[in-house]
């Protein structure tokens, strides 16, 4: 296993990867993470930002997955577009890349917002095993309209900055 900064050669790979697991579930629509224009080129995105990352997951040089850290707003960031292929899922890659992204994040930022869907029930388990905190609505400014689950991480031990959190 590998985890490394994504590269020109993974775009279409992790494109791929994304696309294929939302059109499976039936979450190919406007609102989702399938039709974000940068999944063409998330190399660059991710390079055009500032205290920003996407990691990729490598078994026998297979890419298999991959997260994004980007900003979102005020010392707050965004885990983004953590996907695995079906069959590699089960295994515990979805945690490494988590570690991998969550440590990059805690050095730069104060806090990690994400947005997912309650469906996908075994993502919403692990990020609360990774002490995310459910809200009940989005962060203001949130791009994927079709998400009906919004989670939120303080990098902060002392203070406990979640904006708002009571179960929907």
Same mark, same amino acid.
């Given at each position: 296993? #590998? !985890?490394?900064? =994504?590269?020109?050669?993974?775009?279409?790979?992790?494109?791929? =990867? =994304? %696309?294929?697991?939302?059109?499976?579930? @039936?979450?190919?629509?406007? @609102?989702?993470?399938? $039709?974000?224009?940068?999944?063409?080129?998330?190399?660059?995105?991710? +390079?055009?930002?500032?205290?920003?990352? /996407?990691?990729?997951?490598?078994?026998?040089?297979?890419? !298999?997955?991959?997260?994004? !850290?980007?900003?979102?707003?005020? @010392? =707050?960031?965004?885990? +983004?577009? #953590? /996907?695995?292929?079906?069959?590699? %899922?089960?295994?515990?890659?979805?945690?490494?890349?988590?570690?991998?992204?969550?440590?990059?994040?805690? +050095?730069?930022? +104060?806090?990690?917002? #994400?947005?997912?869907?309650?469906?996908?029930?075994?993502?919403?388990? #692990?990020?609360?095993?990774?002490? $995310?905190?459910?809200?009940?609505?989005?962060?203001? @400014?949130?791009?994927?309209?079709?998400?009906?689950?919004?989670?939120?991480?303080? $990098?902060?031990?002392?203070?406990?900055?979640?904006?708002?959190?009571?179960?929907?």
């Amino acid at each position: 296993m #590998l !985890i490394r900064n =994504i590269n020109k050669a993974d775009n279409l790979v992790i494109k791929t =990867i =994304i %696309q294929d697991s939302l059109k499976k579930r @039936g979450f190919d629509l406007p @609102g989702t993470a399938y $039709f974000d224009p940068q999944l063409d080129d998330l190399t660059h995105h991710y +390079q055009s930002l500032e205290a920003a990352a /996407y990691w990729v997951i490598e078994i026998d040089q297979q890419v !298999i997955g991959g997260v994004g !850290i980007a900003p979102y707003s005020n @010392g =707050i960031c965004e885990l +983004q577009k #953590l /996907y695995i292929k079906d069959n590699f %899922q089960g295994y515990g890659y979805a945690n490494h890349l988590m570690e991998v992204a969550l440590a990059f994040a805690a +050095q730069h930022y +104060q806090a990690c917002y #994400l947005e997912t869907l309650f469906e996908l029930s075994a993502a919403c388990k #692990l990020y609360e095993k990774f002490g $995310f905190h459910l809200l009940n609505k989005p962060l203001p @400014g949130s791009e994927h309209s079709a998400m009906d689950a919004w989670y939120f991480l303080s $990098f902060e031990k002392a203070v406990d900055k979640i904006p708002y959190s009571a179960p929907i």
